[in-house]
């Protein structure tokens, strides 16, 4: 009888062990199958992990925004994969198609979705501001009263002043959502020194600058003169021969710089007359700051500037300039590309 019981017993035992084993490897190779099944999602979705958020968390926002289906066992399958604990903060770029395996690997590894800010060339700080103060994955704006205290110049020959236009290097700048305004203005400033340093250090001889300063001011010149890549040196060197031979440089763009919001689009006698430490048509040498964002391009024609016996341009109307020799000869460029066969789609720039 004793015999009897036991049997049944141990035949119970044996149900139910196989019964559980049979529960748990089911449940191993379901979880298996839905590690493997594809996200509900039909196009390209921004999923955010917040800094410091748990799994639970993650979860929740998972189930809110109906990327998985049963959130609950992607849960579960971080914690068999041990990752529980390894979830990395950022914004990240899902898109469809990857499985509910491949979506725990991004966030284990850290994957997030990179943004990027473009500096053009020509900007104004005023301009690169709002450029970077804008772009919504940048946080804590930075006005022009706090550059200061941001930024210490590292530029040799950068006077003790406050104006910090164009020391900072026209590029485009990679970053994670979430990184501050000043973070790439400090990356651009050092971007700026790295390049305006190689440039001087091969720059030819003879140059009528006394600092890279000074030769970034005239980058900054040439950058607004003229969008041609090919006509950089060319520009440079009208003005290089310029400065040798005490002559003014007479350049619109530096008078534009110090009317600031008062130019309106055209320029007259009384402005090119009006005094300012920008207007170069009444002051000797370059005006005292840059007065603009530059790129490689415009450093690189500063320091090297092109040979040639030209001191004059004047705009075609087509974005390119004619270059002359002799007041005659660019009193007589003027009438012809600005009065007698002026353009009727007259443009200063290339489009």
Known sequence: MVKKLLLTLFGGLLVVAFLVASAVVGGWFGLRWYAEQPLLITDDTDFVIVAGDSLGRVVERLSATQLVAYPELFALLARVEGSAASLHAGEYLVSPGITNRQLLAMFVAGSVRSFSTTLVEGLTL?????????HPKLVRPVTLAELPALIKPDIEGVPDTENYEGLFYADTYSFLAGTSVSDILVRAHRQLKSVLDKEWDARVEGLP???????????????????????RSDIAGVFVRRLEKKMRLQTDPTVIYGLGDRYDGGLNRAMLREPSPYNTYLNNGLPPTPIATVGREAIHAALNPADGQSLYFVARGDGTHHFSTTLSEHNRAVRKYQITERRADYRSTVN
């Open 209 to 231: 600058y006394q600092s890279p300063y000074q030769a970034l001011i005239m980058a900054s010149i040439i950058e607004k003169e003229t969008g041609v890549p090919r006509e």
């Open 126 to 134: 005023r301009e690169l501001l709002d450029t970077l103060n804008g």
